[in-house]
DNA sequence: CTAGGGTTAG
């Protein structure tokens, strides 16, 4: 009630001053609205009738226009977009102030709503307010900053009274959108109409020179802006030595800056991040150095540069250094500098110190989270990255392009092609688009090995980028699909130049085919167009020698590379391990010591594992304790599977049995099953039943290892426990098992999971009409009494064991036996048809069910029908 | 005008 009184006698006291003359009383007009309609918020709800009542001195006309565009200006200024809209929405009979019109196109600009901004627009126009300069530059404004900038064009090319700062701001728009052309078509045609450009024009010029790669160009402008007389000017030098480093002309931004008289700090950051840009970190450096007392300050800039070069140059020390530094300066509480810090030691491998920024960071952004994911994802902790990134969601952060793509990583990494579908589909439904963000998509669609997902990405991409073509045609090859890649390479060429990375995409299907034809044929291409010097490159070409069985070439290739980096040796060595030199691989390993290379964790992982490809017992051992020994590597899983495998391969199952048991880490299943693996070829039930006993432990939902045991019971003839144990396999639910190239495919009746589950299915198809024309359909009566012939039939082919047939037959080459097992007994029709089959094919199919095998051959089984 | 996170390659 006191407020109420007060209020009434402040408005009595301003009203009879009729200061209603908005644009010129601007202040008082302020005044006015704080006072007679918000005197504090408790107040704010006063209904606009209610004022004109203490307003009766003010003829009602005017004084109902004031009110609208006080109470407007006001919402306004408290920012609340809502509420200003109803009003202009009520208001829409009355005419407003041009400041009024103003100040909502303001705040739409601000919050980026077009949609309200649009609105504000059309009542300008059905009011017939004439557009002038300041009315058309807040339009300018409104639109380009809601992302329109062609509406905010069009409205700007009828502005009569263009100004300097309105050309810039809509040039800035277009080199923003990275449309650097129309900002230099803007700067010329500016020039042309006699504007005179000022600091930001230039500085905005010379970013899309810089962008554009317009070295030429660039000059004339440093010309002009010495005839123009910003020689001196510190805003437009600056921007000119960024524009020569972006464009990798470090000696004139080097001449640029020493003959500035007066430098600022972005003078001097700009010369750090250019030197870091162009590789040369240490001179970038010498100028933090010597900025570091200096009278030219050292600011936040400065400290996210720096440190994101150590990031990115793998500087931890440097990194860790600067780090207590800031801290001294109190920059570590600022969240960009902890987002680059977190950055930098995710980078260089220490998750551990990054979490720790991490959790002691007091304000977080999608930056610092997407900076976590990636680090995880990098580290292939996929775990831990599609947990942070589930969390992050909880926390109400709204993951961006960046986000996805590091998420998509590490489902890529982790194989996870559920996981990698449920991002696919929030990617969707938030309509989370990039180029990246498909490439990405693509690649962990052929990474998790579905190249039928990753082409409808690829196929959805209307603008591809070399990386698409290049992680399709990568993609195809790694999935043992050499002729799509080869294709696709083909199509390719139509539209972009390959590159580097294409070589090195396509080599390895070439490796695959073991078609050295191809290779060398495109080894030629490499050859002529005279790019041999990138190690990426040759790598993949000793690569591809080595898989093509050429070792002579690869090792010529070798000896003729001058630059050998890490992986040009490894290659090299892990070549010689997996044709079972295992003496030249040490010999070669030796020289690589003399030069003082070290070998990597991921070096290890590719030796160790072509040694126990090929058994090479003594040279693994030698490599595994150059590694824990010489090295200081501590070994990782995929270490340890090694050696594993590599004891198992020589029969020596209780050693690596003792091997598991001294582990310093944790041994997982694959470990475990590498040991298993071991106990089938050997035929140790004993040993296997104490393995099966820790792998169903730790994961008991795992059907692969139930199908392991499985076998080496029938293996060993001991159907009481086969069938002991594969009664227990999903509640008794058909399934069958086929193992192609050591992976063991898993088909449950009905299921239609599998990617290649279409083609099956009309293999099947076509496989029943010719059995129908052999007359033979007539006799499947089993599996579904009272039902209709087709729909029996296609029961049939829903059985598991015919979709794993099915499966084997579109896998396996011709000629080959198909082998599958099954849980439960085998179903008679099915029985029927793949005796069948096996007479149409010409295949030997031996299937085993729980009670017995059956060999079928030319249309016969070999359990003559007791089964 | 400077500054932070993402996609392809062994």
Same mark, same amino acid.
């Given at each position: 009630?006191?407020?109420?009184?007060?209020?009434?006698?402040?408005?009595?006291? /301003?009203?009879?001053? %009729?200061?209603?003359?908005?644009?010129?009383?601007?202040?008082?007009?302020?005044?006015?609205?704080?006072?007679?309609?918000?005197?504090?918020?408790?107040?704010?709800?006063?209904?606009?009738?209610?004022?004109?009542?203490?307003?009766?001195?003010?003829?009602?006309?005017?004084?109902?226009?004031?009110?609208?565009?006080?109470?407007?200006?006001?919402?306004?200024?408290?920012?609340?977009?809502?509420?200003?809209?109803?009003?202009?929405?009520?208001?829409?009979?009355?005419?407003?102030?041009?400041?009024?019109?103003?100040?909502?196109?303001?705040?739409?600009?601000?919050?980026?709503?077009?949609? %309200?901004?649009?609105?504000?627009?059309?009542?300008?126009? #059905?009011?017939?307010?004439?557009?002038?300069? /300041?009315?058309?530059?807040?339009?300018?404004?409104?639109?380009?900053? +809601?992302?329109?900038?062609?509406?905010?064009?069009?409205?700007?090319?009828?502005?009569?009274?263009?100004?300097?700062?309105?050309?810039?701001?809509?040039?800035?728009?277009?080199?923003?959108?990275?449309?650097?052309?129309?900002?230099? +078509?803007?700067?010329?045609?500016?020039?042309?109409?006699?504007?005179?450009?000022?600091?930001?024009?230039?500085?905005?010029?010379?970013?899309?020179?810089?962008?554009?790669?317009?070295?030429? $160009?660039?000059?004339?402008?440093?010309?002009?802006?010495?005839?123009?007389?910003?020689?001196?000017?510190?805003?437009?030098?600056?921007?000119?030595?960024?524009?020569?480093?972006?464009?990798?002309?470090?000696?004139?931004?080097?001449?640029?800056?020493?003959?500035?008289?007066?430098?600022?700090?972005?003078?001097?950051?700009?010369?750090?991040?250019?030197?870091?840009?162009?590789?040369?970190?240490?001179?970038?450096?010498?100028?933090?150095?010597?900025?570091?007392?200096?009278?030219?300050?050292?600011?936040?800039?400065?400290?996210?540069?720096? /440190?994101?070069?150590? =990031?990115?140059?793998?500087?931890?020390?440097?990194?860790?250094?600067?780090?207590?530094?800031?801290?001294?300066?109190?920059?570590?509480?600022?969240?960009?500098?902890?987002?680059?810090?977190?950055?930098?030691?995710?980078?260089?491998?220490?998750?551990?110190?990054? !979490?720790?920024?991490?959790?002691?960071?007091?304000?977080?952004?999608?930056?610092?989270?997407?900076?976590?994911?990636?680090?995880?994802?990098?580290?292939?902790?996929?775990?831990?990255?599609?947990?942070?990134?589930?969390?992050?969601?909880?926390?109400?952060?709204?993951?961006?392009?960046?986000?996805?793509?590091?998420?998509?990583?590490?489902?890529?990494?982790?194989?996870?092609?559920?996981?990698?579908?449920?991002?696919?589909?929030?990617?969707?439904?938030?309509?989370?688009?990039?180029?990246?963000?498909?490439?990405? $998509?693509?690649?962990?669609?052929?990474?998790?090995?579905?190249?039928?997902?990753?082409?409808?990405?690829?196929?959805?991409?209307?603008?591809?980028?070399?990386?698409?073509?290049?992680?399709?045609?990568?993609?195809?090859?790694?999935?043992?699909?050499?002729?799509?890649?080869?294709?696709?390479?083909?199509?390719?060429?139509?539209?972009?130049?390959?590159?580097?990375?294409?070589?090195?995409?396509?080599?390895?299907?070439?490796?695959?085919?073991?078609?050295?034809?191809?290779?060398?044929?495109?080894?030629?291409?490499?050859?002529?167009?005279?790019?041999?010097?990138?190690?990426? !490159?040759?790598?993949? !070409?000793?690569?591809?020698?080595?898989?093509?069985?050429?070792?002579?070439?690869?090792?010529?290739?070798?000896? !003729?590379?001058?630059?050998?980096?890490?992986?040009?040796?490894?290659?090299?060595?892990?070549?010689?391990?997996?044709?079972?030199?295992?003496?030249?691989?040490?010999?070669?390993?030796?020289?690589?010591?003399?030069?003082?290379?070290?070998?990597?964790?991921?070096?290890?992982?590719?030796?160790?594992?072509?040694? #126990? %490809?090929?058994?090479?017992?003594?040279?693994?051992?030698?490599?595994?304790?150059?590694?824990?020994?010489?090295?200081?590597?501590?070994?990782?899983?995929?270490?340890?599977?090694?050696?594993?495998?590599?004891?198992?391969?020589?029969?020596?199952?209780?050693?690596?049995?003792?091997?598991?048991?001294?582990?310093?880490?944790?041994?997982?299943?694959?470990?475990?099953? =590498?040991?298993?693996?071991?106990?089938?070829?050997?035929?140790?039930?004993?040993?296997?039943?104490?393995?099966?006993?820790?792998?169903?432990?730790?994961?008991?939902?795992?059907?692969?290892?139930?199908?392991?045991?499985?076998?080496?019971?029938?293996?060993?003839?001991?159907?009481?426990?086969?069938?002991?144990?594969?009664?227990?396999?999903?509640?008794?639910?058909?399934?069958?098992?086929?193992?192609?190239?050591?992976?063991?495919?898993?088909?449950?009746?009905?299921?239609?999971?599998?990617?290649?589950?279409?083609?099956?299915?009309?293999?099947?198809?076509?496989?029943?009409?010719?059995?129908?024309?052999?007359?033979?359909?007539?006799?499947?009566? %089993?599996?579904?009494?009272?039902?209709?012939?087709?729909?029996?039939?296609?029961?049939?082919?829903?059985?598991?064991?015919?979709?794993?047939?099915?499966?084997?037959?579109?896998?396996?080459?011709?000629?080959?036996?198909?082998?599958?097992?099954?849980?439960?007994?085998?179903?008679?029709?099915?029985?029927?048809?793949?005796?069948?089959?096996?007479?149409?094919?010409?295949?030997?199919?031996?299937?085993?069910?729980?009670?017995?095998?059956?060999?079928?051959?030319?249309?016969?089984?070999?359990?003559?029908?007791?089964?």
């Amino acid at each position: 009630m006191l407020l109420m009184t007060k209020t009434a006698t402040l408005i009595l006291r /301003v009203s009879p001053n %009729h200061q209603i003359e908005t644009q010129k009383h601007h202040k008082n007009l302020k005044f006015h609205s704080r006072s007679s309609q918000f005197p504090s918020p408790t107040c704010q709800t006063i209904s606009p009738t209610r004022i004109p009542a203490t307003l009766s001195l003010i003829p009602p006309s005017i004084h109902q226009i004031t009110d609208y565009n006080a109470e407007i200006n006001k919402l306004c200024e408290l920012r609340n977009l809502q509420k200003a809209m109803d009003l202009v929405s009520k208001s829409e009979e009355t005419i407003l102030d041009l400041e009024t019109y103003c100040h909502m196109l303001q705040l739409c600009a601000d919050s980026k709503a077009l949609h %309200h901004g649009k609105k504000v627009h059309n009542l300008i126009i #059905s009011n017939g307010i004439e557009i002038d300069s /300041v009315l058309g530059s807040k339009l300018v404004f409104m639109y380009v900053s +809601c992302g329109d900038v062609k509406q905010g064009r069009r409205i700007f090319d009828n502005i009569v009274k263009q100004n300097v700062f309105l050309w810039n701001f809509i040039m800035n728009a277009y080199a923003k959108m990275g449309d650097y052309e129309e900002g230099l +078509c803007l700067f010329k045609s500016m020039v042309e109409l006699g504007f005179k450009p000022d600091s930001y024009t230039f500085s905005c010029m010379f970013k899309c020179l810089a962008s554009m790669g317009n070295g030429k $160009l660039g000059e004339t402008v440093h010309g002009y802006v010495l005839k123009s007389g910003f020689g001196f000017d510190i805003t437009v030098v600056n921007s000119m030595i960024d524009f020569y480093f972006k464009f990798g002309n470090v000696d004139d931004a080097r001449k640029v800056f020493v003959e500035m008289p007066d430098r600022d700090v972005i003078t001097l950051n700009t010369m750090i991040s250019g030197y870091v840009a162009n590789g040369l970190v240490d001179q970038g450096f010498e100028v933090f150095k010597n900025m570091i007392g200096s009278k030219v300050r050292v600011d936040l800039s400065t400290m996210v540069i720096v /440190v994101a070069a150590c =990031a990115n140059t793998g500087v931890l020390i440097l990194g860790r250094m600067i780090h207590a530094y800031a801290v001294k300066g109190e920059f570590d509480k600022k969240m960009k500098f902890g987002n680059t810090l977190l950055d930098m030691y995710a980078k260089c491998g220490d998750m551990d110190s990054a !979490l720790k920024v991490f959790n002691n960071m007091n304000e977080r952004s999608v930056v610092s989270w997407t900076s976590m994911i990636a680090g995880y994802s990098r580290d292939r902790k996929s775990d831990e990255a599609i947990n942070l990134f589930l969390e992050m969601k909880k926390k109400g952060v709204k993951p961006d392009t960046f986000t996805v793509t590091s998420i998509l990583h590490a489902c890529a990494s982790n194989g996870s092609l559920e996981k990698g579908k449920e991002v696919h589909g929030f990617i969707k439904d938030n309509e989370i688009q990039s180029l990246p963000v498909s490439n990405a $998509l693509m690649d962990m669609y052929a990474k998790c090995g579905s190249m039928e997902d990753a082409y409808s990405v690829f196929a959805d991409t209307p603008f591809k980028d070399i990386v698409s073509w290049n992680t399709m045609i990568g993609g195809y090859s790694k999935n043992r699909l050499p002729n799509e890649a080869l294709d696709l390479f083909i199509k390719m060429q139509r539209e972009v130049t390959p590159d580097n990375v294409t070589m090195t995409c396509i080599l390895p299907a070439c490796a695959s085919l073991a078609a050295l034809n191809k290779g060398r044929e495109i080894h030629g291409h490499i050859l002529r167009k005279g790019t041999t010097s990138d190690p990426y !490159l040759v790598n993949t !070409l000793i690569d591809m020698y080595v898989k093509c069985d050429r070792l002579f070439l690869a090792k010529s290739l070798f000896d !003729l590379t001058p630059i050998k980096n890490l992986v040009t040796w490894t290659v090299m060595i892990a070549g010689y391990c997996m044709h079972g030199f295992g003496h030249e691989a040490v010999l070669t390993y030796n020289k690589m010591d003399l030069k003082g290379i070290k070998l990597n964790e991921a070096s290890f992982t590719s030796i160790l594992y072509a040694c #126990s %490809h090929s058994g090479l017992m003594q040279e693994g051992w030698k490599f595994y304790n150059i590694m824990v020994n010489d090295c200081k590597i501590e070994p990782k899983l995929e270490h340890y599977g090694c050696m594993v495998d590599l004891l198992c391969r020589g029969g020596k199952l209780s050693e690596a049995y003792k091997f598991i048991k001294k582990m310093s880490i944790k041994p997982d299943v694959t470990i475990w099953g =590498a040991l298993l693996c071991g106990c089938r070829f050997h035929h140790d039930v004993k040993l296997a039943e104490i393995v099966a006993e820790r792998i169903f432990e730790l994961e008991p939902e795992n059907m692969e290892y139930y199908v392991l045991l499985s076998d080496i019971y029938s293996e060993a003839e001991k159907w009481e426990e086969v069938k002991t144990l594969t009664d227990g396999i999903r509640n008794n639910t058909g399934c069958s098992w086929i193992e192609i190239k050591g992976k063991v495919n898993i088909f449950v009746t009905g299921n239609k999971d599998n990617p290649e589950a279409k083609k099956i299915e009309s293999l099947l198809e076509n496989l029943r009409m010719e059995m129908r024309k052999d007359g033979l359909s007539r006799k499947l009566k %089993h599996a579904l009494v009272g039902k209709d012939e087709m729909e029996k039939e296609a029961a049939v082919c829903g059985h598991s064991e015919m979709l794993a047939i099915g499966f084997g037959l579109l896998k396996l080459p011709a000629g080959q036996t198909i082998r599958v097992t099954k849980n439960v007994k085998v179903c008679g029709d099915c029985h029927e048809m793949v005796k069948f089959i096996s007479k149409n094919v010409g295949r030997q199919i031996v299937l085993r069910d729980c009670n017995r095998f059956h060999h079928f051959k030319d249309g016969f089984c070999s359990c003559r029908g007791y089964c």
